[in-house]
């Protein structure tokens, strides 16, 4: 039994664009799904469908009704105005979590883990890009999430920090085991994070591949070693190289 | 400089330039700093200025508030709602140019000459303008952070108090600043028009006798409550909220 059930008809938005179509997929507690297509496919409105965030579309989504979210989107929407300690709190103190004793001690730990404990009554505006989104990697796994979307959360960084994020990312996912929805349009960083990789159409979107990734963890952090299966992945299903980046072309180097 | 060094000399300017042309025109039409000051100082011991102070103060600080917590719901309400807005505007363009006199002499005539009356003419002339600000704050907030309170759940408390409204701090202190500067006018007027005690009345008073002194007097008195307003309250309120803005 999945934990997950998406089936969408279709997703049209209000000026008659239709985005998503005939899109199902289904996803194992614990799993780690990578969701991959070319840019303005709708990847981003499939996760706030999923988040509840958006409720004009046909279709269903499925998870347990007590199932605790989290979301880290693009930019890590940390509130500006409160320290990064007081971001994490202000989750904490939410109503539905006000029974949980433990979270405190959660944040302490995570604080510690992620190396923010210096930095805890810093506001984000003082913090670089790399350390708001390890601020984000607490406020997402403070709460113990069910389900996890991630939305490109790692763009717009240079490449060595985005690096020491995604084994983090791996490090937490372990530990606590959540569900993983993660959208990407690197398909390297897909095939370092993932258990499967649902490759999407351009719009209106639907999965073309769904491709379960053929490495043992834990997987090679350098890009390059993963830039073999990439290149016999492509040289397979040419049709996916549409609208994906890669660092290198295949059967070049 | 330090900004307060700056504040401090220009003030200090303005009361040179004030003794200076009090000398030069040595007429009654100015009297000096000093002489003011000197009046100021025997109203104090009197008594009679700090009554009509007190008074005046606190019909300023019950028509602010009446207009801050109305124009702040109307302004949010005009902001995220198209409906409203478009419901309201038409009322909202009326409320902003129907000049100060008119709604004292309504609110006089149809609620009696008391202090109910008083109180509302002023909040109803600074109501609009609050709730101008206030709707560009509303229009303006950014709605990433509002997905982020409703996927973690928060109460509508917490989204209300910790991620909408610190977005309208600004033009919360704009309302506020505006507000208080508009108000004081206004209170004056309806004073003169229609109460028996306050600033408003005592100057109608001095200026049936003539009494620059006593004008500028009361004026002195009420410029060093709003300065003293603006230095220990607005501006140490404003960077405590602004403090993450580095």
Known sequence: MSFLHVDLQHKIYPNGVCTLQDLHFAADKGEFIALVGPSGTGKSTLLNLIAGLDSDFHGSIHYPPDTSLSFMFQEPHLLPWLSVEDNIRLVLDAPARQADTQRFTRMETLLE???LTDFRNSFPGQLSGGMKRRAALVRAFVTQPGLLLMDEPFQSLDEPTAQGLRQLLLQLWEENRPTVLFVTHNLNEALLLADRILFLSARPAHIILDYPVPLARP?????????????ELLQQRPELLCGIPTFYQPGQG | MHPRYSRL??????????????????????????????????????????????????????SFTLAMLAGVALGILMGSRRNW????????????????????????????????????AVALNKIPTVVVTLRE????????????????????????????????????????????????KIVLVVELLGRSNGVGFQLGNYFHFFDIQGVLAYTLAFALIVLALEALLLRPLERHVNRWRT
């Open chain 1, 113 to 115: 883990q992620l190396d």
């Open chain 1, 219 to 231: 997987r090679p952090p350098e890009t390059h070693q993963l830039q073999p299966l990439q290149d």
């Open chain 2, 9 to 62: 000399i220009a003030l200090c300017g303005f009361v040179l330039l004030w003794q200076v042309a009090a000398w030069w025109l040595a007429s009654r039409s100015l009297p000096g700093p000093l002489a003011v000051l000197e009046t100021l100082w025997q109203q104090l011991l009197s008594g009679e200025l700090l009554f009509h102070l007190g008074v005046t103060l606190l019909r300023v600080v019950v």
């Open chain 2, 85 to 120: 807005d478009n419901w309201l505007d038409a009322l909202l363009i009326l409320g902003l140019n129907i000049p100060a006199l008119v709604t004292i002499i309504l609110c006089y005539i149809w609620l009696g000459l008391g202090e109910t009356a008083a109180v509302l």
């Open chain 2, 137 to 184: 704050g509303a229009r303006a907030i950014d709605h990433e952070l509002l997905q982020v309170a409703q996927v973690y759940r928060l109460s509508r408390w917490q989204t209300f108090h910790q991620v909408y409204l610190p977005q309208l701090y600004p033009y919360l202190f704009g309302a506020a600043r505006n507000g208080l500067a508009l108000i004081w």
